[in-house]
DNA sequence: TCAAAGCAAGTGTGATCACAAATCAAAAAA
DNA sequence: TTTTTTGATTTGTGATCACACTTGCTTTGA
């Protein structure tokens, strides 16, 4: 009966190795579409074909048509009656639509976290801004990815506190359908002089910190309203335009 | 160039024929799994094999497959890390956690939809009401189903008039979440001489009639209340008789 | 010159097969 | 009797093929 001493063994051996993990192509398939939707890399009505993908991603059809049918459950991909698959176009109520979405289950997480947050959390969010502001210092141009990944990983570092399994996964599908339309307002951003970020950043960070909730889901709105409101300016003035 | 007269005559064919639409089998397989999950026809953390479901659906697995993939990234099933897939278990944290989302955002979309509802909207709930009452004078102890679906009916039918093609995916996914949970209520509803149901969903339409959004939010949250917390209370006596 | 028909390339869908991993049951060893 | 091992069956995954539908272009006819 030495198998106590297995057990242990294996215990030793298995603190000391990494899991590989058992990850099948279709979840990196899946994963790495919903990578290049959320950072907008697929431009709004753009079409998207199975062999086209296969052939980018180095696969055969079978893994990418069955992500491209989980992404189109969750509305980030659009299925046309001609059974061609599409990134949702942006329209003026669309924005809105998601906008309001958008503030009233992640301003709920937000609000929840706030309560739930310890001063473990908020460290690392603030380390987050800490990195920020050492990013935008350098002022490297082509950073502008890892700005929205940044700013993808702070938000969401915050609404893992909220201890709702299932809000969660509502909000990163609201992400994924608004990743393409707020891209266009960011990389606009970024050529218009870039406004204080940050500062939003820093208003939902003392919220947090003061245990506000209140404060907290009206300094996220404020900060997710931003690029909205500006894409939305963006798309009227274009009509205006485009009748005269 | 009889073009106008040809033209007229393709559209006295369309007026006669009925559109045959072009359902895939894998759209089919899907809407059936809905409504059994909504239905309550699995139970909770029972296992589902895709040759399994396949057989009983009489196709292949190759729609089968890719429905179950859909249906997980919407949380209505469960992918163990055995790669099998089971309809997720019922736990006290999960049941607050469904309970508290729907009220969030069903709530928004019947406080949205009050403001938005014409007197026609308001005829076409208040009849289902009254078809409610028929079927409840008859009395038949079979028509669970029946009063589950004309539930589900009266539900979506506000919903739709929310005007938010963002929100209502969403309510449809957290329906697809709670109905394995609520059927076990419903039941038990149904053996434990039944409360006046209607009772909520009339007030519901009087607020609806009024125009008052935030009595329609308050009365629609305490009708969808009502199964989770039976649910709730008697998951704690067993939890409570267990623990003897 | 222009519109309709016809053809060819491309695309999504479903079926089937091969393979690896998991599961379960019986047999062997302790 | 209990535990381990072994082997057979089941299961999910990915690849490939056949088929039907769409699309875009060319050709034909008025």
Redesign the interface.
Known sequence: MQKAAIERNNETIAAQLTPVG?ETV?DRVYSELRRALIGGLFEPSQVLTIRGLADALVTSTMPV??AL??L????ALEAL?NRSVRVPPITL??ID??L??RS??EG?AIALAATRMGPRQIATIEAMLGEWDEMRALKHKKDIDREATLNQSFHFEIYRCCG????I??IE??WL?SGPCIRVAIYAFSEAGEVDTAHYHRSIVAALAKQDAQAAREALVADISRPFAFLRDKLQSAAAKDRT
Not at 164 to 167: G, Y
């Open positions: 058992r279709q048509r069955e049918g989980r189109i459950t969750e509305k009656p109520e669309r639509d998601l309001r979405a009233l289950i709920e709702s399994a299932v809000l996964p509502m599908s609201l359908q």
